[in-house]
């Protein structure tokens, strides 16, 4: 719930842009904080991208890289072949093969619900990866 002072918008749609930066700017955080998860777990960033895990990562890395770069106005930073690709995890069906230097909508991934999938997807992996690599 967000609470704000009286008239502290001068029209509906200054409310509503407002609106769309906290859920950017949320999302974006959220998308960096899955991917420092990762990287503090010990997961390196795959090359070349062939299991299922390195598609997770791969697509996480690259939101995390798209808000990194400026959470206000996010744009696809795909600087490496290897990540403009297809990728599917569970649920979550994103092209990123020409998406490059656009900004970030998040349609490319098939909705901002995709972070939850994605969130979902990773306790599933973060508990395989420490049961099978002996990860504490």
Same mark, same amino acid.
């Given at each position: 719930? &967000?609470?704000?002072?009286?008239?502290?918008?001068?029209?509906?749609?200054?409310?509503?842009? =407002?609106?769309?930066? /906290?859920?950017?700017?949320?999302?974006?955080?959220?998308?960096?904080? /899955?991917?420092?998860?990762?990287?503090?777990?010990? /997961?390196?960033?795959?090359?070349?991208?062939?299991?299922?895990?390195?598609?997770?990562?791969? &697509?996480?890395?690259?939101?995390?890289?798209?808000? =990194?770069?400026?959470?206000?106005?996010?744009?696809?930073?795909?600087?490496?072949?290897?990540?403009?690709?297809?990728?599917?995890?569970?649920?979550?069906? =994103?092209?990123?093969?020409? /998406? *490059?230097?656009? *900004?970030?909508?998040?349609?490319?991934?098939?909705?901002?619900?995709? &972070?939850?999938?994605?969130?979902?997807? =990773?306790?599933?992996?973060?508990?395989?990866?420490?049961?099978?690599?002996?990860?504490?």
């Amino acid at each position: 719930m &967000l609470v704000l002072p009286d008239r502290i918008f001068e029209s509906h749609s200054d409310a509503v842009i =407002a609106c769309q930066n /906290l859920v950017s700017v949320s999302f974006g955080a959220a998308a960096i904080t /899955l991917n420092r998860t990762r990287e503090e777990v010990g /997961l390196p960033l795959p090359d070349p991208i062939t299991t299922q895990r390195d598609q997770w990562i791969g &697509l996480v890395y690259q939101i995390r890289n798209a808000f =990194a770069h400026d959470i206000s106005e996010p744009r696809w930073e795909i600087q490496k072949a290897t990540y403009r690709c297809h990728y599917h995890v569970g649920s979550v069906n =994103a092209d990123l093969t020409e /998406l *490059h230097g656009r *900004h970030f909508q998040y349609a490319d991934i098939g909705g901002a619900e995709a &972070l939850f999938t994605l969130r979902g997807y =990773a306790n599933e992996l973060f508990f395989s990866h420490r049961m099978t690599d002996g990860v504490k």
